[in-house]
């Protein structure tokens, strides 16, 4: 049964009416996903005749119906004007963690030869990312997930960035001996009992809770940095934690303390400099 792409737009739209925020942009860019065409040609050919009973497309309107990701079902996200692999192995990386690599961007030297550690890797993409700004740079990505090393290995080949980017199984720095010049991180900082969108009950939990408060794993990165002296630290963090980082920090040597904010305007990270006495 063919139906045109305009009269398909709009079932797919009456369909996600009340599940997603904005129905009629998600219906368009499922069916760009799905038929590998630019808005261009969604909007110059809205009269030609679709299929409407494909088993793929009748499979991706009914998860999307049920608040799966649209990145889960097209195996794409886009991130830092680039295009990466994603599935249910690692998290979909949002728009504002851009700003996680901003920060590091301003902070270190693009020609320095460094060992820059991430912790969580996820998909790969933040490590990446740092692997093409810094050419002199090693850089050593841990995750504590099997999986989304799966995912990571697979962007950082599709990148050609294998013999510059160490995946690493392991809890945070425990698989890490040498010695770290610059530490960056999005790790877990959502509180367990916090309400979340029905969209996130799909997406890895490991890689969202981050303790009974919210903020454990990052008290546990910054034992990491003081004990092991790391110069830089740059890490994401919910909107809420400022004042617990500033109070859990009150005590060290800590030679500058900078926080960011996202283009909301929330608290989302912040960039630690530890004393070099």
């Given at each position: 049964?063919?139906?045109?792409?305009?009269?398909?737009?709009?079932?797919?739209?009456?369909?996600?009416?009340?599940?997603?925020?904005?129905?009629?942009?998600?219906?368009?860019?499922?069916?760009?996903?799905?038929?590998?065409?630019?808005?261009?040609?969604?909007?110059?050919?809205?009269?030609?005749?679709?299929?409407d009973d494909e088993p793929k497309l009748l499979e991706w309107i009914e998860k999307r119906?049920?608040?799966?990701?649209?990145?889960?079902?097209?195996?794409?996200?886009?991130?830092?004007?680039?295009?990466?692999?994603?599935?249910?192995?690692?998290?979909?990386?949002?728009?504002?963690?851009?700003?996680?690599?901003?920060?590091?961007?301003?902070?270190?030297?693009?020609?320095?030869?460094?060992?820059?550690?991430?912790?969580?890797?996820?998909?790969?993409?933040?490590?990446?990312?740092?692997?093409?700004?810094?050419?002199?740079?090693?850089l050593i990505a841990v995750d504590i997930s099997a999986r989304?090393?799966?995912?990571?290995?697979?962007?950082?080949?599709?990148?050609?960035?294998?013999?510059?980017?160490?995946?690493?199984?392991?809890?945070?720095?425990?698989?890490?001996?040498?010695?770290?010049?610059?530490?960056?991180?999005?790790?877990?900082?959502?509180?367990?009992?916090?309400?979340?969108?029905?969209?996130?009950?799909?997406?890895?939990?490991?890689?969202?809770?981050?303790?009974?408060?919210?903020?454990?794993?990052?008290?546990?990165?910054?034992?990491?940095?003081?004990?092991?002296?790391?110069?830089?630290?740059?890490?994401?963090?919910?909107?809420?934690?400022?004042?617990?980082?500033?109070?859990?920090?009150?005590?060290?040597?800590?030679?500058?303390?900078?926080?960011?904010?996202?283009?909301?305007?929330?608290?989302?990270?912040?960039?630690?400099?530890?004393?070099?006495?």
């Amino acid at each position: 049964m063919s139906k045109r792409l305009k009269e398909l737009h709009d079932d797919i739209t009456q369909k996600l009416q009340g599940i997603v925020e904005f129905p009629r942009r998600e219906a368009e860019l499922l069916l760009m996903a799905y038929l590998q065409k630019d808005q261009l040609y969604f909007i110059t050919h809205s009269d030609d005749w679709i299929e409407d009973d494909e088993p793929k497309l009748l499979e991706w309107i009914e998860k999307r119906s049920r608040n799966v990701p649209l990145e889960y079902l097209t195996n794409r996200v886009s991130f830092y004007s680039r295009d990466f692999y994603i599935d249910e192995g690692a998290l979909i990386p949002r728009p504002e963690t851009e700003h996680l690599i901003d920060e590091v961007l301003d902070s270190v030297e693009r020609d320095d030869s460094l060992t820059i550690v991430e912790v969580g890797v996820g998909s790969g993409i933040i490590s990446i990312l740092l692997a093409l700004h810094f050419p002199n740079a090693r850089l050593i990505a841990v995750d504590i997930s099997a999986r989304a090393l799966a995912v990571a290995k697979r962007n950082i080949e599709s990148y050609g960035l294998t013999d510059r980017i160490e995946l690493r199984e392991g809890d945070l720095l425990s698989c890490v001996d040498e010695r770290v010049d610059v530490l960056v991180s999005n790790p877990p900082y959502i509180a367990h009992d916090a309400p979340l969108d029905s969209n996130l009950s799909y997406e890895p939990q490991n890689a969202l809770f981050g303790g009974e408060i919210g903020d454990e794993i990052i008290r546990r990165l910054l034992d990491e940095v003081l004990r092991r002296s790391v110069p830089l630290f740059v890490c994401e963090m919910g909107y809420d934690q400022q004042d617990k980082v500033q109070d859990y920090l009150r005590n060290f040597a800590v030679k500058s303390l900078k926080f960011y904010k996202d283009l909301a305007s929330f608290d989302r990270g912040f960039v630690l400099r530890i004393s070099d006495e």
